[in-house]
């Protein structure tokens, strides 16, 4: 996937949050070469895919200056989550240490979806 494809996905990802996840989205802007998805709580999530690396992505919700939590999807393997039934996919909830597995899917837009579902549930919006 080139940088230019990258950008693209980005694109679409960003219409999907604005246009579906309106209650919960309020801006979003592509930063350091990932997407940052601003909510109305004050926190953001990134998307980031990797030029590079075919199908690598990461999908980080900052929370911690809001309540002290962090959740992220991601695909990168990490050793921590070799005994998941989902490796190389695995869910921080809430902490960096606490590590589950959890399949949002495959598909970026499938993915996105689900992450913001997630999120606005934990938001009750």
Same mark, same amino acid.
């Given at each position: 996937?080139?940088?230019?494809?990258?950008?693209?996905?980005?694109?679409?990802?960003?219409?999907?949050?604005? &246009?579906?996840?309106?209650?919960? #989205?309020?801006?979003?802007?592509? %930063?350091?070469? !990932?997407?940052?998805?601003? $909510?109305?709580?004050?926190?953001?999530?990134?998307?980031?895919?990797?030029?590079?690396?075919?199908?690598?992505?990461?999908?980080?919700?900052?929370? &911690?200056?809001?309540?002290?939590? #962090?959740?992220?999807?991601?695909? %990168?393997?990490? !050793?921590?989550?070799?005994? $998941?039934?989902?490796?190389?996919?695995?869910?921080?909830?809430?902490?960096?240490?606490?590590?589950?597995?959890?399949?949002?899917?495959?598909?970026?837009?499938?993915?996105?979806?689900?992450?913001?579902?997630?999120?606005?549930?934990?938001?009750?919006?």
């Amino acid at each position: 996937m080139s940088i230019h494809d990258v950008i693209s996905l980005y694109g679409r990802l960003s219409e999907v949050a604005l &246009r579906e996840y309106h209650n919960i #989205v309020r801006e979003t802007k592509i %930063i350091e070469n !990932k997407l940052r998805i601003f $909510l109305v709580d004050g926190s953001y999530i990134d998307v980031w895919v990797s030029a590079k690396r075919p199908g690598v992505y990461a999908f980080h919700w900052e929370r &911690r200056a809001i309540d002290g939590t #962090v959740y992220r999807y991601n695909n %990168i393997p990490d !050793k921590r989550a070799r005994h $998941l039934p989902t490796f190389p996919k695995h869910f921080h909830e809430g902490s960096e240490e606490n590590i589950v597995g959890r399949d949002f899917g495959d598909d970026p837009e499938e993915i996105l979806r689900n992450f913001l579902d997630y999120a606005r549930s934990l938001m009750r919006m």
